[in-house]
């Protein structure tokens, strides 16, 4: 009787302890991503390309955080509206 409620203290206690790896390793990637600059968003490439990782994306400009604002974001960033026409050497002739 003792050894099957030992066993099953083990396992409670073995599944907190990979419950608390796997929330550490999870909280350590995403400071990772938040405090990426110019060399490590490289590493960070490198790593999301060779393994099997859940996107994240941190809150940009701090304010678009669902991932509709970071789309809108990222689009206005990348593919600005282009400036206005400047048709003033044109001449027109009615």
């Known amino acids: 009787m003792r050894l099957e409620i030992d066993k099953r203290e083990w396992k409670q206690h073995l599944q907190k302890y990979m419950h608390s790896i796997r929330k550490a ?3 350590t990637w995403r400071a990772f991503i ?9 590493q960070i490439k490198k790593y999301t ?11 940009l400009q701090g304010k678009a955080s669902s991932n509709e604002e970071k789309a809108k ?3 206005s960033t990348f593919f600005p509206q282009p400036p206005s026409a400047d048709m003033s050497d044109i001449k027109w002739h009615h």
Request: glycine fraction near 0%; proline fraction near 4%.
């Open 49 to 59: 390309e060779s393994s099997m990782t859940l996107t994240y994306i941190p809150t």
């Open 73 to 75: 974001e990222f689009q």
């Open 34 to 42: 938040e405090s990426a600059d110019e060399k490590s968003i490289w």
């Open 25 to 27: 390793k999870h909280q």
